[in-house]
């Protein structure tokens, strides 16, 4: 019985917690305290729901319990420095909330302007003022309601270390006296710039693993679309965040048939489009259609969903429009300009013109000291390579490939095709 009752707390916890963290980091103005104080909530939680059963609605149980506690910090607050006017302000707007008429206790918290704490909370977890890694942390743990262990297993890293992370993350913004606001104007797009970034990194992370034996992390490419919905939701009049969900929408629907039976990877030209997702590909194309239908200038992640789109609209990979991708990447390289993106164009450039053509691209790029440890700069050479009969070039290329990555699926892959491009193999 009590396993059961803790595994609903478990789930309402993962779906409510950062409404709860955000609710509660308004009032009190301190991310950490908030996050202290919706944790006493949820111990409450599994002290009481055992004993006296799962409340009728459970979130709002949850938010009112932290809100009390809120209430109590503050008023703490305000006995320990009787001048802090704010804080006196905060308590006569925040009233005196009674536990636990539920009914009530959920009017409540729809009447609160949600959206803007969710808002509120996502920007401060992604403050340029942390490093990357603090903010993808401090994003998955307080927005995607992740344990530490959770993500120190995702991310193949010792726990204390994304312990570390966080600790020092909230407190660098209180050092730094970030405030807990949606920023406005100029700094607004310069931000939202950040928040992307860290959903864009966490799904990557779990699209193509970095490292360990495992090719996806489905998980974390969940938690980002997760994240990515949600943002689509509190901004639904920036065209860069349904860009987002759109990409993420298309890339996610092949995660069925991105590895075989052994959960060996298969390339996306290899792959069996008829085990796309068809429900996410649907959902991505209506996405990139709210995006373009903005009218905002092209941005990066909208750039990459319309070539996303190409391969979704595709029945077969020969039937794929690479000059359409071409022309795509090509405009991508004026908006975001990158090594990769560079990589990216030439693998489309062989498609649509020749592989001699798409080699030319790619020799540029190994001058770039950024790539020279990326190990897919030697695959697509490899690939190029062996396509124009260059077959002992193309094996030292694979070979190299393999040598660079991490992730032992993907240095398996590289090491076969290395293998069948060797002259008298294959």
């Known amino acids: 019985m009590h396993s059961a009752v803790h595994q609903t707390i478990a789930t309402v916890w993962r779906i409510e917690s950062a409404r709860i963290v955000a609710a509660v980091a308004?009032?009190?103005?301190?991310?950490?305290?908030?996050?202290?104080?919706?944790?006493?909530?949820?111990?409450?939680?599994?002290?009481?729901?055992?004993?006296?059963?799962?409340?009728?609605?459970?979130?709002?149980?949850?938010?009112t319990t932290a809100k009390n506690r809120a209430l109590d910090a503050l008023r703490h607050r305000q006995m320990a420095d009787a001048r802090h006017e704010d804080i006196a302000r905060d308590l006569e707007a925040l009233g005196a909330l009674t536990v636990p008429d539920f009914v009530d206790a959920l009017d409540a918290a729809r009447q609160d302007d949600i959206g803007d704490d969710l808002l509120r909370l996502i920007f401060t977890a992604c403050h340029p003022v942390l490093s990357t890694d603090a903010r993808v942390a401090l994003t998955l743990k307080l927005l995607g309601g992740l344990t530490t262990h959770e993500i120190a297993r995702a991310f193949?890293?010792?726990?204390?270390t994304i312990a570390q992370r966080i600790v020092r993350a909230k407190r660098t913004l209180a050092d730094a006296s970030v405030p807990f606001e949606v920023p406005r104007g100029g700094q607004l797009?310069?931000?939202?710039?950040?928040?992307?970034?860290?959903?864009?990194?966490?799904?990557?992370?779990?699209?193509?693993?970095?490292?360990?034996?495992?090719?996806?992390?489905?998980?974390l490419c969940n938690e980002a679309l997760r994240l990515g919905r949600m943002l689509a939701e509190l901004a639904p009049d920036q065209a860069e965040v349904h860009g987002l969900v759109?990409?993420?929408?298309?890339?996610?629907?092949?995660?069925?048939?991105?590895?075989?039976?052994?959960?060996?990877?298969?390339?996306?030209?290899?792959?069996?489009?008829?085990?796309?997702d068809r429900l996410l590909v649907r959902r991505g194309l209506a996405a990139l259609a709210r995006a373009e239908a903005l009218g905002q200038p092209p941005g990066n992640y909208r750039l990459q969903a319309q070539i996303a789109a190409c391969h979704a609209r595709s029945p077969t990979a020969d039937a794929t429009d690479w000059p359409r991708i071409a022309a795509l990447y090509a405009q991508l390289m004026q908006v975001a300009p990158s090594p990769v993106v560079e990589l990216n164009r030439a693998v489309a450039v062989g498609m649509a013109e020749s592989p001699a053509a798409g080699l030319a691209i790619v020799e540029t790029l190994l001058q770039d000291k950024a790539l020279q440890r990326y190990p897919w700069l030697h695959a697509v050479r490899g690939?190029?390579?062996?396509?124009?009969g260059r077959g002992e070039e193309a094996h030292a290329a694979f070979v190299r490939a393999a040598e660079q990555t991490s992730n032992r699926r993907e240095s398996a892959l590289m090491r076969a095709r290395a293998d069948a491009a060797q002259p008298g193999k294959g």
């Not at 193949?156 to 204390?160: G, K, R, S």
């Open 246 to 276: 759109a990409l993420m929408e298309i890339q996610a629907s092949r995660t069925a048939a991105r590895t075989d039976a052994q959960g060996d990877p298969v390339l996306l030209n290899q792959q069996n489009r008829a085990r796309w």
């Open 26 to 63: 308004r009032r009190v103005r301190d991310l950490g305290l908030a996050e202290e104080l919706a944790q006493d909530a949820l111990v409450a939680a599994l002290e009481h729901w055992p004993k006296d059963g799962v409340p009728n609605n459970p979130g709002a149980w949850l938010m």
């Open 189 to 219: 797009a310069e931000r939202l710039g950040s928040v992307l970034e860290v959903v864009y990194l966490v799904f990557n992370e779990g699209y193509t693993a970095t490292s360990g034996s495992d090719w996806m992390r489905p998980e």
């Open 156 to 160: 193949l890293v010792p726990e204390a």
């Open 383 to 388: 690939d190029l390579l062996e396509k124009i």
